[in-house]
């Protein structure tokens, strides 16, 4: 599971990257500064089990802070697409490519409008135009690598029997898609089951759903901290007419105090509202958290840019944490860890799915579980719950 940056250049993208992985990449005010893909990893925070339950974890795969579980997510910061990066425009094509596995996307947008389409400095440029174009990049993109051979496959489709959705999902593994999302894209549409018989604008239709599922998208209205209200406001009325999330971002800020925690001078906890003084800094390193105060946190209540994480893997992916452990009464492992591990599961998911994602053999061998909190034996038609603590119980090998 990957979360993608994307967005045309200059908008922040990488800003927003390095704070939210703490990976020091070019920041620039050029286009093109990022020519691959960097990739990091960044944190979706949740309530730990233990502040419910008063318990001391000993984290294995995660890490654990004030009552909340830091839970490791794999982002990409993919190079600035301009119009026409589909046609290979600004090595479009090849900054493309780099979305094929994510699985949610953080669209990150210039608020201030300050940033043309082609990512060089303005002083009018409308941001909701972004939000189309993005889209339409990767739906045209998207919509390539469909037709790649398409009237062919079709006829072979129909004419070999093949599952319809099987077939199309194989066709587009290379970007993620699973056969449930094409199912769910032809019966939103009501497509025919012969899909020699569609047109090009259910084609084009066709693809435009199964973006919408398979790479569900999140924005960022960054560098809000420069932002009017009214720009800040317009930016999200608009794009939640399009059924986006829209959250103010300043990646800028959140970068300063992510490392000004981390070289000791404040104590900061992303997606807070405040941070606490630890050291003495210059004036100048004074002035600034002061300004981020001012302009962001007391503003917006914080930088927005956990939030963005948060939400795209919780709401966007629908993903919820669930701890198995082997001592369902010690909440632990075999060796007395409690709550080792944190595994993101999709909603709906149940305690075989967890078994699977443990190991593969506890899958193949799994015969029931139980719910630590109720000690309630649950089997198949259970779904697992945010936070579930489950005991898994196996078949000896
Ligand atoms: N005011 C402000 N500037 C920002 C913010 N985020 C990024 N920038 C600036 O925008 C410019 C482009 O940033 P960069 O991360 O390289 O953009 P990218 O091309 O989208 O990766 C740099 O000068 C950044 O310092 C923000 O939240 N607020
Ligand atoms: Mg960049």
Redesign the pocket.
Same mark, same amino acid.
């Given at each position: 599971m990957e979360v993608g940056v994307v967005?045309k250049?200059?908008?922040?993208?990488?800003?927003?990257f390095s704070a939210a992985t703490l990976v020091d990449v070019d920041?620039?005010?050029y286009?093109f500064?990022?020519i691959e893909a960097n990739v990091g990893v960044t944190y979706a925070i949740a309530e730990h089990p233990c502040k419910e339950l008063g318990c001391r974890a000993n984290p294995q795969n995660y890490e654990y802070k004030d009552g909340t579980a830091l839970v490791p997510v794999k982002m990409i910061?993919v190079a @600035?697409l301009v119009p026409g990066a589909h046609e290979g425009r600004g090595l479009g094509n090849k900054f493309l490519d780099d979305l094929r596995m994510a699985s949610a996307l953080i669209h990150?947008i210039d608020a201030t409008g300050k940033t043309d389409a082609e @990512?060089q400095p303005t002083d009018h440029h409308d941001p909701v135009e972004d939000i189309e174009f993005l889209e339409r990049e990767i739906d045209y993109w998207m919509l390539g690598i469909l037709k790649k051979g398409w009237e062919k496959f079709a006829k072979r489709i129909k004419l070999q029997h093949m599952k319809l959705e099987q077939a199309i999902a194989d066709h587009l593994s290379g970007i993620g898609v699973k056969e449930g999302d094409v199912w769910e894209a032809i019966h939103r549409l009501g497509l025919g089951d012969d899909p020699t018989k569609w047109t090009d604008d259910e084609l084009f239709a066709f693809v435009r759903e199964l973006r919408k599922i398979n790479k569900p998208m999140i924005i960022a209205a960054?560098?809000?901290?420069?932002a009017s209200d009214e720009q800040i406001e317009r930016l999200k009325k608009e794009g939640e007419k399009r059924g986006y999330i829209v959250i103010p971002?300043?990646?800028?800020?959140e970068l300063t105090l992510r490392k000004a925690a981390r070289a000791g001078f404040i104590d900061y906890i992303p997606g807070s509202s405040d941070f606490k003084v630890l050291k003495k800094m210059n004036p100048q390193q004074e002035k600034a958290l002061q300004l981020i105060k001012e302009r962001v946190l007391e503003r917006f209540g914080s930088t927005g840019v956990q939030e963005v994480i948060n939400r795209a893997v919780f709401e966007l992916l629908k993903l919820i944490p669930v701890y198995p452990v082997q001592d369902e009464n010690k909440l632990a492992d075999q060796f007395g860890n409690v709550l080792p591990h944190v595994y993101l599961l999709p909603k709906g998911s149940t305690p075989r799915d967890l078994a699977y994602k443990v190991h593969t053999d506890l899958g193949r061998t799994f015969l029931y579980a139980v719910n630590a909190r109720t000690h309630r034996r649950v089997g198949d038609d259970y779904q697992l719950e945010f936070n579930d603590i489950i005991k898994i119980v196996a078949t000896a090998k």
């Open positions: 967005g250049p200059n908008v922040g993208k990488s800003t927003f920041i620039a005010n286009p500064t990022t910061d @600035g990150v @990512g960054n560098k809000a901290d420069a971002t300043s990646a800028a800020a």
